[in-house]
C-alpha cells in the first residue's frame, strides 16, 4: 500500500512537472525558474522542482545559488528517484562528481536493498576512478541479484584496481579477477565476446601467454572473428618472443588481408631475424612457399611475394613490398633478389597507382631511405615519364602529374637551383595551377599545383615572395574553400608575416571539432598571443577550457555506458583518452594564458581591486604544476612535399615539446611571484616590524633557472628550421626576455624587504634600468628593419614587451603593497618613477610602430588597388598594435595607484 501511494504521488509530481521540463529542454532556463518558483509556492517540499530550479541556475552561471538549493535538499530523507537523478546531474554540470556518491549513500540508507540506488552509486564511483568501492559495490550488487553482469564488474574493477598498484594487483586483484571470470565461465556453456576479451586482459595482466595462446587456439569462430584472432596471437606471441610462429602468423594475416602494408613490414622483421646471410646457402635453396612454416631465406622471401602479388594484382601493398625488400638487403649487403632496382620499382608502382591520391604517401616511406644516387637515377627516370604523360589528357593524367611533382619535390628536383631554373620551375606549376582553377577537375587533387608552387615561392623567404604564395593560395580558396591544406599553409604564412586576422578567418574555416581542438590547437593558438590577439586568444583558451572541461566529462560518461553494455575492452582505452585530455599541453599552454590573460585584459585602479585579480589566479595556479605532460599535436597533419620533412617535423616536435613545457614553467613562475608578493604584503608582520619569511621566492628562482635558464640555453643550440616547417613557436620571441623575468622579480622581492625593513638603506634600481634599454635596443632591432619600415614577422616582440611591462607594473604593485611607510617613501617614489620611464619608452616604441603599419597600409592600398593581401596584412598588424597599445595604456591607471599609496610629505 505505502509503494502503491508512492507511486501516485510521483505520477502526479511528473505531470506537475512537465511544464518545467519543457522549459529546461529548450534551454530557457529564466522560464523554468519562474514555472519551478510557481510550483513551489504551492508545495514548499516539493523537491523534485527545487533540484531542477537549482539545475536551471547551473545553466544560468548562478553556481552559488544553485549549491546552496543542492545542499539544502541533500539532507532531506527519503528523496524519490527523479530527484536524485536531477541532483545528480546538478553535480556532473557542475563539475563536481564527488558530491553524487554522497546523495545515494543517504538513499541506500533509506532502502538498503534498492538495487537502482546500488548501480548509481557504482556508477559514481566509476566518476571518482575509485576502483575499490566500485568493486565492493559490485560485490554487493551480485549477491543481492546474482546477476552475472556484476560478477564482470566485479572482474573489471580489480583489474584497473591491480593496474594503479601492480604489487597489490600481481598479489591480490589479478588472481582474485582471474578467479572470479573463470568461475562465471564454468556456469555459463557459452562465453560472450566481450567476457573473453576480459579474460584476455586478466591472463595478459598476469603474464600467462601461454594460457592465453591455448584459449585463442581452442575458442570458437562464434566468439571472435579470424582477423582479431590472429591480431591477439601475434600480439602474444611478439611478447614471448617467438620468431617464427610469428612469422607464419603474419604470412597468414597477408593472406587474409593482403591490402594491409603492415603485415607486410612484421612479415621482413620477422623473416630478417630469421634470415642466414650466407649467400651460398641461398642460392641452392629450392624455391617454394609454405605457409605452415616460417620463411628464413631470400628465396623464400621472393617467391612468397611472387605468390601474393599475382594471386590478386589490384592491391598496392604487394607491390610496395618488393621495394621494402629490395631496399632491406641492400641496406644488409645482399644483392641476390630477382626483382628489378628500387627506382624501376618505384617507377612501376607510379604507372599503375600514379592516378591515386595515396601513391605518394605510399612511396614517401620508400623515398626517404633511398640513397643520393638513388635519387638521382630516380629523378632522370621521372623527368622523362613525366613527359610522357604531359602529353596525355584526362583527370587520371593530370592526377599522375601531380603525383611525379610531389615525387620530385620530395627528393630534391628543385633544391639548389639557379634563379633562371628555379623561376622556370615555378612558371611550369604555375600553368598547372591555372588549367586546374580554370577547368573544372573536381577536388580529388585540385591542391597539389598550387601547394608545389607556393612552397617554391617561399623557399626564398622574401617577404615579396611569401605574399605572391598567398596571392596563389587565395586565389585557389576562392574557388575551392574545401582545399584544408592550402588553408593550412595560407594560415602559416599569415602568421609569419604577423597577420593574426587573416590567420584567425582561415584556421576558422577548417571547422576544426572534437579531438581535432586539442591535436591542432598548435596550428593557430599559438600565434595569437604573441601577434597581440589578445580578444581572440581570450576567446580562443575559453573556448578550450570549455572543450577539456566537457570531454573529460563525456569520456567518463562513455565509460558508465561501457559498463552498463559490457564494453570492457574499451574501458581501459577512455581512461588513457582521459589521461591525455587531463595532461595535454595544449590544455596546460591554454591554462597558462588564460590566467595571464587576467591580468593583460583587467583594469584594477586600487589595490583591493589588484588583490581580488591575483586571488582569481591564485585558484587555478596549481593546475600549472603539472608535470609529464603530453603532446597530443598532430604535426603531420599538413604534407610539404619535402625529403626533409620527416628529419625536420621530429625536431620540430621536439623542439616544440620543450619549448612549451619552458613556457609553461615561465608562467608559472611570473604568476607564483606576483601571487606570492601580494601574499606576503598582506601577511602579518612580527614585532621587529619586518614581515614573515620570504623564502619562497628563493626557492623559486632557483627553480626558474633550473627549468626555464638553462634549458633556453641548450635549445639555441638547435639548428633552425626551414620557413614553410615553422611552427608559432611560444618561446621563439620570449628567450630575449627570459632573463629579465629573473630580474623583475628579484626586484620584487627586493623592493617589497626595503620598505617593510627598519633599515635606512636605499634600493639601487640603476641596473633595472640599464637591462630594460638592453632589452628595448632589442626588440627595436627586431620589429624595425634596417630601412626603418616594420618588420611584420617580428610583431611578437613588441607583444612579449607589452606583457614584460605588465609584469613588472604587476610586480611593483604587489610589492608595494596597500600603503607605505613614510621612511621608505623616496624607494617607493624611485620605483613608480622607473616603472613610469619603462612605460613612456615601450608606448614610444608602440607608436612608432603604429605609424609604420598605417604608412604599410596606405601604401599597398595605392600601389594595389586590386590586391587585398598586402592590405589585409596591413589593416591585421595595425589592428593587433591598437590592442597591444590598449593593454599598455591600462596600465597607466595602475601606475597612478601606486603613486598614490605613497604617504605625502608633512
Known amino acids: 500500500k505505502q509503494w502503491y501511494q508512492r507511486r501516485v504521488a510521483i505520477t502526479a509530481g511528473d505531470r506537475k512537472l512537465r511544464p518545467l521540463y519543457d522549459a529546461l529542454d529548450n534551454l530557457n532556463n529564466k522560464q523554468a525558474v519562474q514555472r519551478a518558483d510557481k510550483l513551489l509556492k504551492k508545495e514548499k517540499d516539493f523537491h523534485c522542482a527545487k533540484v531542477l530550479k537549482a539545475l536551471a541556475f547551473v545553466r544560468m552561471l548562478r553556481q552559488k545559488e544553485a549549491m546552496a538549493i543542492l545542499n539544502d535538499v541533500k539532507t532531506t530523507p527519503n528523496l524519490d528517484e527523479n530527484t536524485l537523478q536531477a541532483m545528480s546531474v546538478c553535480y556532473k554540470e557542475l563539475l563536481a562528481p564527488e558530491e553524487i556518491p554522497d546523495i545515494y549513500e543517504r538513499a541506500l540508507k533509506d532502502s538498503p536493498n534498492n538495487e537502482d540506488y546500488m548501480t548509481q552509486l557504482f556508477m559514481a564511483y566509476v566518476r571518482l576512478r575509485d576502483y575499490k568501492r566500485q568493486q565492493q559495490m559490485a560485490t554487493k550488487l551480485h549477491k543481492l541479484t546474482a546477476n552475472a553482469a556484476y560478477t564482470y564488474w566485479n572482474a573489471m574493477s580489480l583489474l584497473l584496481m591491480g593496474h594503479e598498484n601492480l604489487e597489490l594487483g ?90 594491409s602494408f603492415a603485415n607486410y613490414k612484421g612479415y621482413f ?54 621495394c621494402e625488400l629490395v631496399l632491406r638487403l641492400k641496406e644488409k649487403g645482399v644483392v641476390v633478389c630477382s626483382f628489378a632496382s628500387t627506382t624501376l620499382l618505384l617507377l612501376q608502382y607510379v604507372q599503375r597507382f600514379g592516378h591515386k591520391m595515396c601513391c605518394y604517401a605510399d612511396v614517401t616511406i620508400i623515398l626517404d631511405r633511398l640513397q643520393p644516387e638513388e635519387k638521382q637515377e630516380l629523378m632522370e627516370i621521372m623527368e622523362t615519364y613525366r613527359t610522357t604523360v604531359k602529353e596525355s589528357n584526362g583527370n587520371r593524367s593530370m592526377q599522375r602529374l601531380a603525383t611525379i611533382h610531389q615525387i620530385l619535390k620530395h627528393i630534391g628536383r628543385y633544391d639548389n637551383l639557379e634563379k633562371e631554373q628555379l623561376n622556370l620551375a615555378q612558371q611550369e606549376i604555375w600553368n598547372f595551377h591555372q588549367i586546374t582553377l580554370e577547368d573544372d577537375l573536381g577536388c580529388q587533387f585540385i591542391e597539389t599545383f598550387t601547394l608545389i608552387y607556393a612552397w617554391l615561392k617561399c623557399m626564398s623567404g622574401l617577404k615579396s615572395d611569401l605574399v605572391d604564395a598567398l596571392r596563389c593560395l587565395s586565389a585557389k580558396l576562392e574557388k575551392y574553400p574545401e582545399a584544408a591544406q592550402c588553408r593550412l599553409l595560407a594560415t602559416k604564412l599569415y602568421d609569419h608575416l604577423g597577420a593574426v586576422g587573416p590567420a584567425v578567418e582561415l584556421y576558422m574555416g577548417l571547422d576544426t571539432k572534437s579531438l581535432q581542438l586539442d591535436s591542432c590547437a598548435h596550428l593557430m ?262 630601412d626603418g619600415e616594420l618588420d611584420g614577422s617580428n610583431l611578437a616582440h613588441i607583444s612579449t614587451l607589452a606583457q614584460v611591462l605588465n609584469y613588472m607594473v604587476y610586480t611593483c604593485c604587489c610589492a608595494v603593497g596597500a600603503r607605505a611607510t613614510k621612511k621608505k617613501r623616496s624607494t617607493v617614489e624611485s620605483a613608480v618613477a622607473l616603472v613610469k620611464s619603462m612605460y613612456t619608452h615601450t608606448l614610444e616604441l608602440l607608436e612608432t610602430c603604429s605609424g609604420l603599419a598605417v604608412e604599410y597600409k596606405l601604401s599597398s592600398l595605392t600601389l594595389n588597388k586590386d590586391d587585398s593581401i598586402d592590405s589585409r596584412i596591413g589593416s591585421s598588424i595595425q589592428f593587433s598594435l591598437t590592442e597591444i597599445k590598449s593593454v599598455i595604456v591600462k596600465l597607466q591607471v595602475l601606475i597612478n595607484s601606486i603613486g598614490q599609496r605613497v604617504p605625502q610629505k608633512a
Open 170 to 259: 600481481k598479489v591480490m586483484c589479478f588472481p582474485l579477477a582471474l578467479k572470479i571470470v573463470e568461475k562465471s565461465k564454468d556456469k555459463t556453456e557459452t562465453v560472450g565476446e566481450e567476457v573473453f576479451r576480459l579474460y584476455l586482459k586478466i591472463l595478459e595482466a598476469m603474464a600467462m601467454y601461454d594460457v592465453a595462446l591455448e584459449e585463442l587456439e581452442n575458442t570458437s569462430n562464434t566468439v571472435i572473428d579470424d582477423r582479431e584472432r590472429l591480431q591477439l596471437q601475434i600480439h602474444f606471441y611478439r611478447i614471448l618472443g617467438n620468431t617464427e610462429k610469428l612469422n607464419v602468423l603474419y604470412k597468414k594475416a597477408i593472406s587474409i588481408e593482403p591490402e
Open 269 to 322: 622483421d620477422t623473416s630478417f631475424e630469421l634470415l642466414d646471410l650466407s649467400v651460398e646457402e641461398q642460392v641452392h635453396q629450392e624455391v617454394h612457399v609454405n605457409y605452415a612454416s616460417p620463411d628464413k631465406t631470400v628465396n623464400d622471401m621472393t617467391a612468397f611475394l611472387i605468390k601474393s602479388s599475382s594471386e590478386d594484382n589490384k592491391y598496392r601493398a604487394p607491390e610496395l613490398a618488393k
Open 525 to 786: 593558438y599559438p600565434g595569437l598571443l604573441p601577434l597581440g590577439g589578445y580578444s581572440r586568444a581570450d576567446k580562443h583558451v575559453r573556448q578550450m577550457e570549455a572543450f577539456y572541461r566537457t570531454s573529460e566529462r563525456e569520456v567518463i560518461e562513455y565509460v558508465v555506458k561501457s559498463y552498463y553494455s559490457g564494453k570492457f575492452h574499451k574501458i581501459t582505452e577512455l581512461f588513457e583518452l582521459h589521461r591525455s585530455f587531463v595532461f595535454s599541453v595544449s590544455r596546460a599552454i591554454a591554462n597558462a594564458d588564460k590566467m595571464w590573460l587576467v591580468l593583460l585584459l583587467g583594469t584594477p585602479n586600487t589595490w583591493k581591486a589588484t588583490e581580488s585579480l591575483i586571488a582569481t589566479i591564485k585558484e587555478d595556479l596549481p593546475t600549472l604544476k603539472a608535470r609529464n605532460l603530453r603532446d597530443n599535436r598532430d604535426f603531420l597533419c599538413n604534407d610539404i612535399c619535402d625529403g626533409k620533412a620527416a628529419i625536420y617535423k621530429q625536431q620540430q616536435h621536439d623542439i616544440s615539446g620543450q619549448h612549451d613545457a619552458i613556457y609553461v614553467s615561465l608562467r608559472y613562475f611570473m604568476l607564483a611571484s606576483l601571487v606570492g608578493l601580494a601574499e606576503a604584503n598582506s601577511s602579518s608582520v612580527d614585532k621587529d616590524g619586518d614581515r614573515e619569511d620570504e623564502s619562497w621566492l628563493e626557492a623559486l628562482s632557483q627553480s626558474y633557472e633550473e627549468h626555464v635558464l638553462h634549458k633556453i640555453q641548450d635549445l639555441e643550440k638547435v639548428e633552425e628550421l626551414p620557413l614553410y616547417l615553422m611552427m608559432s613557436e611560444s618561446m621563439r620571441t620570449w628567450k630575449y626576455y627570459v632573463s629579465f623575468i629573473q630580474t623583475i622579480a628579484t626586484f620584487g622581492r627586493k623592493l617589497l624587504q626595503n620598505i617593510t625593513q627598519n633599515s635606512n638603506d636605499e634600493f639601487d634600481m640603476s641596473h633595472i634600468a640599464k637591462e630594460f634599454s638592453d632589452i628595448l635596443e632589442t626588440c627595436r632591432k627586431h620589429v624595425l628593419t634596417s
